[in-house]
Nanobody, 126 residues
Framework: QVQLVESGGGSVQAGGSLRLSCAASASGYTYSATCMGWFRQVPGKEREGVARILVGSGNTFYADSVKGRFTISQDNAKKTVFLQMNMLKPEDTAMYYC?????????????????WGQGTQVTVSS
C-alpha cells in the first residue's frame, strides 16, 4: 500500500553529481516510516546499503564507501527523501533503490526494510 517512486538517475562522468529523489505515498492507510534509506545493486552482487535517515530526528548514517561524498536528507511535509551524490566514481554505478522501514531497528541490512521502490539507474563513466 506504500508507494516509493525514485527519480533523478542518469549518466554522468566521474567527478560529477546527481540528486536522487524518492517520493513516498500511502494508499489505504497512513504510513509513518521510522526510517528512509537508499540502497544500490549491480548485477552479480548483493544489494548494499548506501545511507539512511531517521525520520523523526534527522539522524543520518552512511556506508563507508560514500562517506563525505553522499548526503541524505528529507522533506517530511512532502514525504520525500533525497540523496545528493557528489564526486561520483565509476564504482558508484548501480541501480539505486529507495526504501522505507517502520519498526524497532534502522540498519542498512536490506532484509530489514519493508517497502521498496522500483529503482533508478546511475551510471558513472571514467
Amino acid at each position: 500500500q506504500v508507494q516509493l517512486v525514485e527519480s533523478g538517475g542518469g549518466s554522468v562522468q566521474a567527478g560529477g553529481s546527481l540528486r536522487l529523489s524518492c517520493a513516498a505515498s500511502a494508499s489505504g492507510y497512513t504510513y509513518s516510516a521510522t526510517c528512509m534509506g537508499w540502497f544500490r545493486q549491480v548485477p552479480g552482487k548483493e544489494r548494499e546499503g548506501v545511507a539512511r535517515i531517521l525520520v523523526g530526528s534527522g539522524n543520518t548514517f552512511y556506508a563507508d564507501s560514500v562517506k563525505g561524498r553522499f548526503t541524505i536528507s528529507q522533506d517530511n511535509a512532502k514525504k520525500t527523501v533525497f540523496l545528493q551524490m557528489n564526486m561520483l566514481k565509476p564504482e558508484d554505478t548501480a541501480m539505486y533503490y529507495c526504501a522505507a522501514l517502520r519498526g524497532w531497528t534502522c540498519s542498512l541490512v536490506p532484509t530489514d526494510w519493508n517497502y521498496w521502490g522500483q529503482g533508478t539507474q546511475v551510471t558513472v563513466s571514467s
